[in-house]
T-cell receptor, first 110, second 113 residues
């Protein structure tokens, strides 16, 4: 089954800095979604970008999608300590249920 | 409040003792799925269901069963749990539109001794 792979596995930054994490996938997709997970809790949907879109914004989040490279990036601007969490990309290709990568663990130091 | 609920939230059991983790959603969603999350492996899909009485295997279905007799419920059954099924389990649901987000339950932390 296809799966998104996030990079880096872990990221540690200072409050106020920008955080960028990337996702690569293997086969063509209908859409790609980013989720956030606070430690030990369920995932919360952040943003969805369709295969015909190249960039999308939501508050301090900016997502890009490059279907030719089969990759996406999530940028969190002006990070806050409360952004500390794991971030997952999920791809929705031929199946009806998205499949997830292993996630990027983000730590934002106050 | 729209939500996905799971019970129990925490469970410690012994090898071979059958257990069921319940999942219920109040959003009238067609699609439901179960994932397990393990360190270094991310979320892996166990089973999914596209509607009542329609279920299919995900990536790691061995040792698990599911049923979808009602639209709102999607229980996960471990007939004979083993220690390698110790994990954090999540149920999720989504409406019929494929571009829609999944809503996740709070998770069930299972330990099999």
């Amino acid at each position: 089954s296809q799966q998104g792979e996030e990079d880096p596995q872990a990221l540690s930054i200072q409050e106020g800095e920008n955080a960028t994490m990337n996702c690569s996938y293997k086969t063509s997709i209908n859409n790609l979604q980013w989720y956030r997970q606070n430690s030990g809790r369920g995932l919360v949907h952040l943003i969805l970008i369709r295969s015909n879109e190249r960039e999308k914004h939501s508050g301090r989040l900016r997502v890009t999608l490059d279907t030719s490279k089969k990759s996406s990036s999530l940028l969190i601007t002006a990070s806050r300590a409360a952004d500390t969490a794991s971030y997952f990309c999920a791809t929705d290709g031929g199946s009806y249920i998205p499949t997830f990568g292993r996630g990027t663990s983000l730590i934002v130091h106050p | 409040e729209a939500q996905v609920t799971q019970n129990p939230r925490y469970l410690i059991t012994v090898t071979g003792k059958k257990l069921t983790v319940t999942c219920s959603q109040n959003m009238n969603h067609e699609y439901m799925s179960w994932y397990r999350q393990d360190p270094g492996l991310g979320l892996r899909q166990i089973y999914y269901s596209m509607n009542v009485e329609v279920t299919d295997k995900g990536d790691v279905p061995e040792g698990y069963k599911v049923s979808r007799k009602e639209k709102r419920n999607f229980p996960l059954i471990l007939e004979s749990p083993s220690p390698n099924q110790t994990s954090l389990y999540f149920c999720a649901s989504r409406s019929g539109e494929r571009r829609n987000e999944q809503f996740f339950g709070p998770g069930t932390r299972l330990t099999v001794l």
